[in-house]
């Protein structure tokens, strides 16, 4: 368990590395970059205790991804919230004569406060 601003640091640079092939990373980590902003008093509270093992658990377990072959159509899966903005590049391999759909890669960014009030377009 980090027992500091700079453990936390280096445990998110560490999954931030990873990102792209983290479900859902986006809505993971929130609560852990808000414990880095310089006003905050460390405390690791239920909810910032619950992020960094679910995000630690990310790193112990293997995602299946594809490999891009350009010859196939991908599929592109898109998803907005009030937390973050996401996506997820998908294509249909064929694996032991079946037709497998998979994760090629994910895209995410988390929304900043100042954005969260922007209205809809």
């Given at each position: 368990?980090?027992?500091n601003?700079?453990?936390?640091?280096?445990?998110?640079?560490?999954?931030?590395?990873?990102?792209?092939?983290?479900?859902y990373?986006?809505?993971?980590?929130?609560?852990?970059?808000?414990?880095?902003?310089?006003?905050?008093v460390?405390?690791?509270?239920?909810?910032?205790?619950?992020?960094?093992?679910?995000?630690?658990?990310?790193?112990?377990?293997?995602?299946?991804?594809?490999?891009?072959?350009?010859?196939?159509?991908?599929?592109l899966?898109i998803?907005?919230?009030?937390?973050?903005?996401?996506?997820?590049?998908?294509?249909?391999?064929?694996?032991?004569?079946?037709?497998?759909?998979?994760?090629?890669?994910?895209?995410?960014?988390?929304?900043?406060?100042?954005?969260?009030?922007?209205?809809?377009?």
């Open positions: 368990m980090p027992q601003k700079k453990e936390i640091q280096s445990f998110l640079g560490l999954e931030g590395y990873y990102w792209k092939h983290i479900k990373f986006a809505s993971i980590p929130g609560p852990l970059y808000r414990l880095c902003d310089k006003n905050t460390f405390e690791m509270t239920v909810g910032r205790v619950k992020a960094f093992e679910s995000l630690g658990q990310t790193l112990t377990t293997a995602p299946l991804l594809l490999m891009p072959d350009f010859n196939l159509p991908f599929k899966y998803d907005a919230s009030g937390d973050g903005l996401g996506a997820a590049l998908h294509q249909v391999h064929i694996i032991n004569d079946k037709p497998v759909e998979g994760p090629i890669c994910f895209i995410f960014r988390q929304i900043k406060p100042t954005e969260a009030r922007y209205g809809q377009s």
